[in-house]
């Protein structure tokens, strides 16, 4: 997913303008829509990475805090400025900011509507990496085929754990944990993974 700069200001006006006619149950409507949006990232077996060249601010933060990973161009501004507008974050970023980051930096994102630059969201957390812009997609394309190389059992598997890391009961999540860990022994990708590194040899997973 890559969040742009170059048509920023009349992406952020043309949302403005069709939020400002919605009634109730038009917003909440919207509102579910960029939920389902945000949990499809989330939550589909492969590992999503946004790359952020220039603003997400508002939809465009939610959607990134959507994605596993997190990367981000030096000029990339990043936000959550709804209260500024009279209302809140409503694809999520009231849960995900928090968990992305610390409660007390979302509180203050959220609660203030202010901005913050590349330097200070990978100091915070909320991103993975900054580069220059121009090597911003290179970087992002080569983590994408490291994933890419990986065990695709072993990689949705690792995603789900880590999901209901902050939720549900620990001692439950951790038995899921142990039982998806035995599972997965029985894959043809493990026993290649165990086979190539005891041959010293890269491993060629097959997603079975």
């Not at 165990?194 to 040899?201: N, S, V």
């Amino acid at each position: 997913m890559l969040t742009g700069a170059g048509d920023r200001a009349f992406i952020a006006g043309a949302d403005i303008k069709y939020m400002s006619g919605l009634d109730v149950d038009q917003a909440k409507a919207w509102g579910e829509l960029g939920h389902q949006a945000a949990n499809l990232l989330e939550k589909m077996p492969q590992p999503t990475i946004a790359a952020i060249n220039g603003f997400a601010l508002g939809g465009g933060c939610e959607l990134a805090l959507a994605c596993d990973l997190r990367y981000a161009s030096a000029t990339a501004k990043l936000g959550q400025p709804e209260i500024n507008l009279g209302i809140i974050p409503g694809w999520g970023g009231t849960q995900r900011l928090a968990r992305a980051t610390t409660l007390g930096f979302a509180k203050e994102l959220i609660l203030t509507g202010r901005t913050v630059d590349a330097d200070e969201a990978l100091e915070r957390g909320l991103v993975n990496g900054v580069t220059e812009p121009e090597e911003l997609l290179p970087r992002v394309m080569e983590l994408a085929m490291q994933l890419a190389a990986k065990s695709p059992l072993a990689l949705e598997a690792a995603k789900q754990a880590i999901n209901r890391a902050l939720s549900g009961d620990h001692a439950e999540n951790l038995a899921r944990e142990a039982d998806r860990f035995g599972e997965l022994f029985s894959s043809e990708d493990a026993k290649e993974g165990l086979t190539a590194f005891a041959e010293k040899r890269e491993p060629k997973f097959v997603g079975r």
